[in-house]
């Protein structure tokens, strides 16, 4: 076999095998690709009204703003702190960076605590036994502890 067929095997095997995984990707009845994220599901449990997602969907909105507000002061002042690592500075520097990154981080959490006790504020009574099983399962959820324990 000459180097031009031997080529065009490979490159004609290439294709069909990109055109299947292609074919594969879009037409996967279950696209794990695809996270529906914690709104689906916190919408689906607690049986959201068409008025209840409209209110979740603009507290989702003010919680992330908030958030990445936060998220975005921790980024800067983590790199003010490791920015300075091949200098010599004083210890009160790095403390009270290391405290204003300590804040940020209080106001994060207390974000979200507020935000699904807002949640609840949204629920009806027929709604608050399953929001208190969600707050068991988000308790376990976010109590878990990092990964590969």
């Known amino acids: ?5 031997l080529l065009s095997l490979v ?4 294709l069909v095998i990109n055109i299947i995984l292609l074919c594969f990707i879009f037409f996967s009845k279950s696209n794990h690709f695809k996270n529906p994220g914690p709104r689906k599901m ?6 959201f009204d068409d008025v209840q ?10 919680h992330r703003k908030q958030i ?5 002061e921790i980024f800067n002042l983590k790199n003010q702190l490791y920015s300075h690592l091949s200098s010599n500075i004083l210890p009160s520097f790095t ?7 300590v804040l940020r981080q209080v106001n994060i959490e207390q974000i979200h605590l507020k935000h699904f006790g807002d949640i609840k504020l ?13 707050t068991k399962e ?8 990092p990964k590969g324990k």
């Not at 997602?53 to 003010?62: A, G, P, R, T």
């Not at 988000?138 to 502890?145: E, I, N």
């Open 138 to 145: 988000l308790a376990t959820y976010f109590g878990a502890g």
């Open 42 to 47: 916190i919408i689906e449990k607690l049986n």
């Open 1 to 5: 076999m000459n180097k031009f067929k």
């Open 11 to 14: 490159s004609l095997s290439l």
């Open 122 to 134: 949204l629920c009806n009574e027929q709604q608050l036994n399953a929001y208190f099983d969600l």
């Open 53 to 62: 997602v409209v209110k979740y969907d603009s507290l989702i909105q003010w």
């Open 68 to 72: 990445r507000h936060y998220e975005s």
């Open 95 to 101: 403390d009270s960076l290391i405290q204003e990154i």
